[in-house]
């Protein structure tokens, strides 16, 4: 059965025959060398191949997808998916400790990458399709290590801060409980109404009459409440009316009024303002007497 499958490989340049973007004739040698030389695998779905690494006494591996899809795993994390017709080195999975998993049956080739330098510096017209293998194969390298390099960090940083992650959800959970508690609380506490202010002895609120009513105001209260009677009355687009005494200037009244000392006109002009003021004089028997008026 195995000098059937190397047959079969070698007939068809399994597995350089199936890479996407290369043209390849199985029928050169360098083909037909590498068919002859790699390990046929089936891994059935869910089977896992674990690979080797660069310091094991295979040496370093090329991996072919033949068929089939498998996932790229690092610590149990989907990393990235491999389609038919795509390479891997399989020295840089094991140097992640990430390995291949079979979604669907897939089948696989194996080759160490010695016999596969030996197979194309045999052949001369290897080197019309071996420089696009190596494009190949550097950008599946790059990308690859790319993605294990970020699941590494997500997993490492995830460790590390896994206790301050964890302390940070306490803490607000306890914060979220306690405002809650504190809401509740509030909600049930009601401050009893004092007993309405007495006004006091002796203090009567001034009346205001408009063509809507009258309004008290008290001493109190500022001036600025002015507008918002009138906005209240604005409908009704009467201006208010102070009382009848205030109107008229009967109130000023209600003030004592002090007359002033009249400034003698006698005077010699060009006096000093010390001779124009009101000063009490001095009579011979020592008294104070008013001035005049």
């Not at 310091?55 to 795993?73: D, H, L, P, W």
């Not at 405002?179 to 509740?184: C, G, S």
């Not at 002009?269 to 001779?275: A, E, H």
Request: net charge positive; hydrophobic share 35%; with cysteine.
């Amino acid at each position: 059965r195995l000098e059937e499958e190397r047959r079969s490989q070698v007939a068809s340049g399994l597995p350089l025959s199936m890479l996407t973007g290369i043209h390849i004739n199985p029928q050169e040698a360098g083909p037909r060398i590498v068919g002859l030389l790699s390990e046929r695998l089936v891994l059935a779905p869910g089977e896992v191949l674990e690979p080797d690494r660069d310091t094991a006494s295979t040496g370093s591996q090329y991996c072919f997808i033949n068929k089939g899809r498998v996932m790229v795993e690092f610590n149990q994390v989907e990393v990235q998916p491999l389609a038919p017709g795509t390479v891997v080195h399989e020295g840089l999975l094991a140097e992640f400790d990430a390995r291949i998993r079979a979604d669907l049956s897939t089948e696989l080739y194996r080759i160490s990458c010695s016999d596969f330098g030996l197979a194309v510096a045999s052949d001369p017209n290897a080197q019309r399709w071996i420089w696009q293998f190596r494009l190949k194969e550097r950008e599946m390298l790059k990308k690859l290590r790319g993605r294990l390099t970020n699941a590494r960090g997500v997993r490492t940083v995830a460790r590390a801060r896994e206790q301050e992650i964890h302390e940070y959800v306490t803490e607000k959970a306890t914060r979220a409980n306690r405002a809650k508690n504190l809401k509740n609380a509030r909600e049930d506490y009601h401050l009893e109404l004092l007993p309405p202010a007495t006004a006091p002895v002796g203090f009567h609120p001034q009346v205001i009459s408009t063509r809507q009513g009258s309004h008290s105001i008290t001493s109190s209260k500022s001036s600025t409440e002015m507008p918002s009677l009138r906005r209240r009355d604005k409908k009704a687009s009467s201006k208010l009316r102070l009382p009848a005494h205030a109107e008229s200037g009967a109130g000023l009244k209600y003030y004592p009024v002090v007359k002033l000392p009249r400034i003698g006109s006698r005077e010699p002009s060009g006096g000093s303002l010390q001779m124009s003021r009101s000063l009490p004089s001095l009579s011979n028997k020592g008294s104070i007497s008013a001035p005049r008026l």
